[in-house]
Antibody
Framework: EVQLVESGGGLVKPGGSLRLSCAAS????????MNWVRQAPGKGLEWVSS????????YFADSVKGRFSISRDIAKNSLYLQMNSLRAEDTAVYYC????????????????WGQGTTVTVSS | IQLTQSPSSLSASVGDRVTITCRAS??????LAWYQQKPGKAPKLLIY???TLQSGVPSRFSGSGSGTDFTLTISSLQPEDFATYYC??????????FGPGTKVDIK
């Protein structure tokens, strides 16, 4: 079964750091571009970051650029989001999601999503 | 690129035909996807490449458009279709912009 499972969320104080993990299974992880998408309470979806299948291309939303980093460990079939200098406005459910374009440099849409992990930034 | 969706919400009955519009501030070719999200759940991909139905998605869902104007149509609304729908552009990035969403609820 194709699956993504996030972990690592929690309560953190403003200015703190957190690392989210996303464990992939059921597909060849290295073949796909991967994404992080977040959703603040009661709000819509916000794309956060993407990493291409080759790891050659990494993108961030302006709202997190310089504070967040994305990486993957092919051997562990895992995607990571390192979040530093956290702010109250980073409070959200964070989803990892796979782009359906296997081996493609283009992005087509996110066909597999995890269940989400909740990050709360509060003093 | 900014995406707008209209309406922001709608009330409809089971069996109704529902159309949601997504408009991009610049052309995005056909790199547009539609998602359905139910409360407390992850989004689900319905349509990609503007009009391609994702595997396993019922055929009552359809997408059309290219450039700047796109539509998602549900031909006959079912009880399980009450949800929020988002469009997303994947042509010009970053960012991979999502629309603000359209909430479909029961009349």
């Amino acid at each position: 079964e194709v699956q993504l499972v996030e972990s690592g969320g929690g309560l953190v104080k403003p200015g703190g750091s957190l690392r989210l993990s996303c464990a992939a299974s059921g597909f060849t992880f290295s073949d796909y571009s991967m994404n992080w998408v977040r959703q603040a309470p009661g709000k819509g979806l916000e794309w956060v970051s993407s990493i291409s299948s080759s790891d050659s291309y990494i993108y961030f939303a302006d709202s997190v650029k310089g504070r967040f980093s994305i990486s993957r460990d092919i051997a562990k079939n895992s995607l990571y989001l390192q979040m530093n200098s956290l702010r109250a406005e980073d409070t959200a459910v964070y989803y990892c999601a796979r782009d359906l374009g296997r081996g493609s440099r283009h992005y087509y849409g996110m066909d597999v999503w995890g269940q989400g992990t909740t990050v709360t930034v509060s003093s | 690129i900014q995406l707008t969706q209209s309406p922001s919400s709608l009330s409809a009955s089971v069996g109704d035909r529902v159309t949601i519009t997504c408009r991009a501030s610049q052309g995005v070719s056909s790199y547009l996807a539609w998602y359905q999200q139910k409360p407390g759940k992850a989004p689900k991909l319905l349509i990609y490449a503007a009009s391609t139905l994702q595997s396993g998605v019922p055929s009552r869902f359809s997408g059309s458009g290219s450039g700047t104007d796109f539509t998602l149509t549900i031909s006959s609304l079912q009880p399980e279709d009450f949800a929020t729908y988002y469009c997303q552009q994947l042509n010009s990035y970053p960012p991979f912009t999502f629309g603000p969403g359209t909430k479909v609820d029961i009349k």
